[in-house]
Every structure is written in C-alpha cells, then in structure tokens.
C-alpha cells in the first residue's frame, strides 16, 4: 500500500479516539484526538510566527505529536500516573517507530524530548488548547472541570509567553 495512503489511515483513527480526560469529568461528547491536534497545530502556527521560530516545523510537530494515540489510544493523566512515565515513553517510542520514519520520526523524538524551543512551545501549546478546551466546555455548561486548571503538571512547559496567554484565558472563566 502506498506509504501516503498508510499512514492517512493511521492518523484517521485520531478521529474516533476521544479525549479521556474530558470523558471521565463527564462531557458527554469529547473532543477527539484529532480535534485537539488541529488546536495544537492552529496555536503552534500562530505562536511560532509571533516568536520567531521555524514555524513549519512546529506545526509538522505539533501535526504528529499524539500520532502515537492511534495505537495506544488516549491515556488519561491518572492512569499514566499508575503506569509509570518510564513504562509510557517505552510504549509511545515503540509506537512512534512502528508508524514513522526519517524527518517525522525524529520530529516526533524532539517533541517527546522537549530539545528545541520550537518543541517546548509546542509542548506548551499542547497544555494550552487543552485549558482553551476547558475554557469551552465550562462555558457550555459544564461544572467539575477545576482539576484541569488546579494540575500544576499541565503547566510544566509554559515559558513566560504561554503563561502570559494561560492567564487571559483563565481570567475570561469569570467573565
């Protein structure tokens, strides 16, 4: 099968694997894994222009950055917790291996490696759509979404620039 088709029919599944995380708070229709990908892309695109950086590249990251999740589905923050970072970065590398190679492959190592500024911002633009989501959902109506604003961890790779942006968003919860 042609290497382009195979791959589109791996990155399609994205589509189908729901956001643990907002399922198990109680959103009765998650956003996908693809959903959240066009997020990331869209704010990496914007974010790497603002800053400077090879934008291209960040979106390209940010475009495979949870490609593993095809294979291993979304694992939410507590169970990653239970398994073990170690165990998890084993099973996201082996998938990630199975599925790329050449420059996407090592995109995906520089992500998974936070080693340039173009993947700590896409690390952070990860987080960053996810509070975007949070931001959505509450607005919709939907209450018991404060752990995601209260874990200290979703936050870990915000540079001033993003934590600058998280604070807008979070002030427009009370707006």
Not at 156 to 165: A, G, V, Y
């Amino acid at each position: 099968m042609n290497q382009v088709i195979q791959f589109m029919m791996i990155a399609e599944k994205l589509k189908d694997v729901f956001r643990t995380g907002w399922k198990l708070s109680g959103v009765d229709r998650p956003e996908s894994v693809a959903d959240h990908t066009f997020g990331v892309a869209l704010l990496s695109m914007l974010l790497g222009d603002q800053l400077h950086l090879n934008t291209e590249r960040m979106i390209k990251m940010a475009l495979i950055h949870d490609i593993t999740e095809s294979k291993l589905g979304d694992i939410h923050y507590e169970s990653q917790e239970y398994l073990g970072r170690a165990v998890l970065h084993k099973a996201e590398e082996r998938a990630a291996r199975d599925m790329l190679s050449g420059e996407y492959l090592e995109l995906w190592k520089e992500f998974a490696g936070r080693s340039t500024r173009e993947a700590h911002i896409v690390a952070a633009c990860d987080k960053l759509e996810l509070y975007m989501q949070a931001l959505r959902y509450e607005k919709a109506g939907y209450r018991g979404l404060e752990h995601f604003w209260k874990n200290d961890w979703n936050r870990k790779d915000f540079s001033p620039e993003i934590d600058e942006l998280f604070r807008m968003v979070e002030a427009m919860r009370t707006e």
